[in-house]
């Protein structure tokens, strides 16, 4: 049911180094926050360098940071501009307070990185609870492993801005699967402000409006890598079973993702157009529509995949990686342990065979739902809930016929 929420504005800070991930997450919460409350804006900060190829609904927009990315020795650097990354963080910090002084959100909902990028946004933290503002924390239902994230929030010295500048923690999850404060020294004060939200269940954009890629009438399986930076251990060890096997009983269509090096996509291509049953293409916005058609789904188990895969009930095999996070290997072998997905272990030799029968197996794989997890998708519900709270909507008044008495 749609309310209203005249003139009210959340802010959204995406801090989008690399990849796809943190960008499709915001804008599908974004969108649902528009469709369920009339008159309110949202605004998204990001530092994506392709975010411009999203499309947008009514009273979303996005301000654009300059990009950074992460190199291969670890080190970040300026994504387009021919400055040192000192001055870089200087001028996303700047951007960052200046929007959200001038856009004066009621509500500052940052992802992931409780302080930003190296700290950008911890200004901007305080400006706005100085102002009354409620700034709400979103992670994910995994974030690493409890020993390597305790290390990491240690030194970026996280625990006081969750203690002090958070009014609420959403984890977009379910316990069952993970808890993204799990070893984690918090105290009571900020566990009793830590809401297990569920996951962010996905809508297909509705077909009429989006021009397919691919042909889609005949059954394929799709691959996808997410962003494809760090995907071409796993779309190898796919592309190699094609090649070891032609009785595999679908068709392939891989995404190879628009962050894959241009080297590697090259390389991949030249492979797919030898096999008669793969096909490749580099990226598509409105994936969900590709997913929607598929008979399964192959992908490393990335959040905004696996959210996918619950909300399409896809049958999914899931080939995570470990590093530089553990965050899709943990998140893949508790959902492997729930039955909702199978898994093999990316790490090690990759002879084709397990992949091979894995692929075989795929189709006939039980379903998501079948798995009989209670609450899984309720992650946009008790956003709703959450923002009733905080902006106190009052709840819809149910109408009800009078009875009619009969005369006499």
Known sequence: ?????????????????????????????????VDKYKGLSVLILSGSPIIGSFDFRARVDFVRIPGVIKLHNGEYTSLGLHIDLEHTLALRSSIIRHTADIFAPDLFLVDKEPLGFRGEV??????????????????????????????????KKVLPA??????????????????????????????????????????????????????????????????????????????????????????A????????????????????????AVEAITFDSHIEVLMAHAEGIVAMGGYNTFCEILSLDKRALLVPRSTPRKEQVM????????????????????????????????????????????GLLDGLHTIHHRINNMFEVAPPIELRPVPVRSAG
């Open 331 to 374: 998140r893949a072998r508790s959902a492997r342990d729930l039955g909702l997905v199978a898994m093999i272990e990316g790490d090690g030799p990759r002879p084709q065979q397990i992949m091979v029968d894995a692929l075989k197996q795929l189709p006939k794989q039980p379903r998501p739902s079948e798995a009989g997890v209670v």
């Open 162 to 251: 969750l203690r002090n500048l958070y009014n609420e923690i959403w984890i977009y999850g379910v316990p069952r699967m993970g808890d993204a404060l799990d070893g984690i020294d918090v105290s009571p004060a900020v566990r009793a402000k830590t809401i297990f939200t569920g996951y962010l269940p996905r809508i297909v954009p509705s077909e009429s409006s989006v021009r397919p890629t691919i042909n889609m009438d005949d059954p394929y399986i799709l691959v996808t890598a997410g962003g494809g930076g760090d995907g071409s251990a796993m779309i190898d060890w796919v592309l190699r079973a094609y090649e070891e096997d032609a009785s595999l009983p679908l068709r």
């Open 253 to 276: 269509l891989i995404v190879l993702g628009p962050f894959m090096p241009p080297v590697e996509q090259s390389a991949f291509k030249e492979r797919v157009d030898r096999l008669a």
């Open 122 to 155: 911890a200004q901007t933290l305080v400006m706005l609870k100085e102002r009354g503002v409620r700034n709400v924390l979103g992670l994910r239902d995994v974030m690493d492993d409890p020993f390597d994230l305790k290390k990491e929030w240690d030194r």
């Open 1 to 33: 049911m749609t309310e209203r929420l005249d003139g009210a504005r959340i802010l959204i800070y995406s801090h989008d180094t690399f990849g796809l991930g943190h960008l499709r997450r915001c804008r599908a919460i974004a969108h649902d926050l």
